[in-house]
């Protein structure tokens, strides 16, 4: 139907034009965005592991030129005391005679650790993974340049904890290894993943895009009978 003049009776009013829409960031940029967040991560990881590794280096030159072939020093009686031996095998004197595979696997967990440090967005695991990385370089250092040969080095070990319980000596690189160990149990355990996200995060919200596409085509359903009833009562 129409009016006078071949105007449509159902001509909707003027609508004013839409904002335009903002024009999306460069792809440049897009991923330096995303490189920020983890060059971050990368030198909480680096500086961690570099302090971990100066620490453990200073600390066995120190107890080798003073303490070693010396009786114990005991810092606090029954409970902590400092006695330099010499580890051939994994930490905390684990495996002795074993020094060659042990020094192989600890290549392999470095190598590994800097391949999975591309990945990194996380401070959690910055942090663990510096302790690992740390941890390993010092005691691979040691097998690699100490008494008696290249890649058969033993492992100086210093630290005496309760000695009447016969607990093994260990060093700062054994103690960086055991809680990197134990944080990455727990980011595990509660989810968290190296990249920042966290398990279990992703399926809400795949949830609520399907429920929103559903509500989306129910509601252009309505629309299209609506607009066939409109067809039907102008016929």
Request: glycine share 14%; charged share 20%.
């Amino acid at each position: 139907m129409q009016a006078a003049g071949g105007t449509p009776l159902n001509a909707s009013p003027d609508v004013p034009p839409s904002p335009e829409a903002p024009e999306p960031p460069e792809p440049s940029e897009r991923a330096e965005g995303r490189d920020a967040p983890r060059g971050r991560r990368i030198g909480a990881l680096a500086a961690l592991a570099v302090l971990v590794y100066v620490l453990d280096l200073l600390s066995k030159t120190i107890v080798v030129d003073v303490l070693e072939g010396r009786e114990p020093v005991r810092v606090i009686a029954g409970v902590l005391q400092l006695r330099v031996i010499r580890n051939s095998g994994a930490a905390f004197s684990i495996g002795t005679g074993m020094t060659i595979i042990f020094t192989v696997i600890a290549a392999v967990v470095v190598v590994a650790i800097l391949r999975t440090a591309r990945q990194l967005r996380s401070v959690p695991w910055a942090i663990t993974l510096g302790l690992l990385l740390g941890g390993a370089l010092g005691n691979l250092t040691d097998r690699l340049f100490r008494y008696p040969a290249p890649f058969q080095g033993h492992v100086v070990d210093w630290i005496e904890v309760f000695p009447v319980t016969r607990f093994p000596v260990f060093n700062i690189a054994d103690s960086a290894i055991v809680c990197g160990g134990i944080l990455a149990v727990f980011l595990a355990w509660r989810g968290y993943q190296i990249d920042g996200s966290r398990a279990g995060d992703e399926l809400p919200a795949r949830s609520g895009g399907t429920d929103g596409a559903e509500g989306t085509a129910g509601a252009d359903g309505t629309a299209g009978g609506g607009g066939d009833a409109e067809g039907g009562a102008r016929g």
